[in-house]
């Protein structure tokens, strides 16, 4: 276990060579793009949420000269649609399940034989369900921020936990609730979020995506949490992340660790930021635990987010480190 150096090392900003859709079923139209080069290691992306959507600065992780780079955008969030924020969203069809299934199918289509798969925060469970599922499909494994949806993870996240270290953030995140129902806050929100009235899910909404804007990194972003609020990227974000708690992922409890045995020959480095209060240390330490072959990287002087210099840094040390195997 080591802390990084704090730089700034992330790669010049690049653009996607090409983009997609893939027609995955159920309606759902899933945005896909490539950048970097095509002829490079194919390395996939996905995102956090579950409902977070791709951002171009995460093409960044990777040099651009040795990796054929990947994002997609999940269901029902960023540029793939139908979208969450729809006011009658339908979210049926919209499981870890599912996505697990979207990303084989592109992996495929788009001719991949085996690939690197990167995922932080929900990304990170992602990519251990999709693993654990193809492990023939992954090369290598790059997590940040292990989160496996059980429920004291949950709780203490949703139900009252982190409102140890952040009280005054937690007032505004419960205040849209009747004191009433404050004991069972992710089922109060889904109540609130599957309205389609407007009215109801925007406030909900906005409460919602604020809560973990504002805890995402060691230090306030505003403009991070800006970001975040914008009102159709928080009503999907919310709708999503809010859904897929309230069914604990489609795992048994404890799946992704209990399974990590599946994961042993698959090269990996989990990063995770010491001071992380969305998805702490905890989870980290017992998934290496129970995966002592990957190894982990605990950066002292973070909290959750990939864009901080440490979290950066080591991301992009292990992207490097893999380039050429």
Known sequence: MTNPKKIDALYPPIKPY????????????????????????????????????????????????????????????????????????DLRFNTTWHLVADIELLRRN?????????????????????????????????????F???????????????????????????????????????????RRLSDPDPAV???????????EASTLTLRPDRRLVRTMTDAAT?????????HYFMHGGWFEEGQLIANAGRLR???AVIVQGRYDVCTPIMTAWDLHRAWPEAELVIVDD???????????AALVAATDRFAAS
């Open 18 to 89: 090409e983009t997609g859709y893939l027609l995955a079923g159920d309606g759902q139209r899933i945005y896909w793009e490539q950048s970097g080069n095509p002829e490079g290691k194919p390395v996939v992306f996905l995102h956090g949420g579950p409902g977070g959507g791709t951002s171009p600065w995460q093409r960044q992780l990777f040099d651009p000269e040795r990796y054929r780079i990947v994002l997609l955008d999940q269901r029902g969030c960023g540029r793939s649609t139908p979208h969450a924020s729809d006011p009658d969203a």
């Open 110 to 146: 788009l001719g991949i034989a085996c690939w690197q798969v990167v995922g932080g925060s929900w990304g990170s469970a992602l990519a251990l369900a999709y693993a654990q599922t193809h492990p023939e499909s992954v090369a290598e494994l790059v997590l940040r921020g292990i």
């Open 148 to 190: 496996t949806l059980r429920r004291h993870e949950l709780e203490w996240f949703y139900e009252g936990g982190a409102s140890a270290i952040f009280p005054d953030l937690w007032e505004e995140f419960i205040r849209p609730i009747p004191v009433l129902e404050r004991s069972r806050m992710i089922e109060a929100y889904h």
């Open 201 to 211: 899910h925007g406030p909900a909404a906005m409460a919602w995506t604020t809560w």
């Open 234 to 242: 928080a009503t999907a974000f919310a709708r999503i992340e809010n």
């Open 265 to 267: 020959g698959i090269p």
């Open 302 to 312: 973070a909290g959750h987010s990939a864009t901080e210099p440490g979290i950066a």
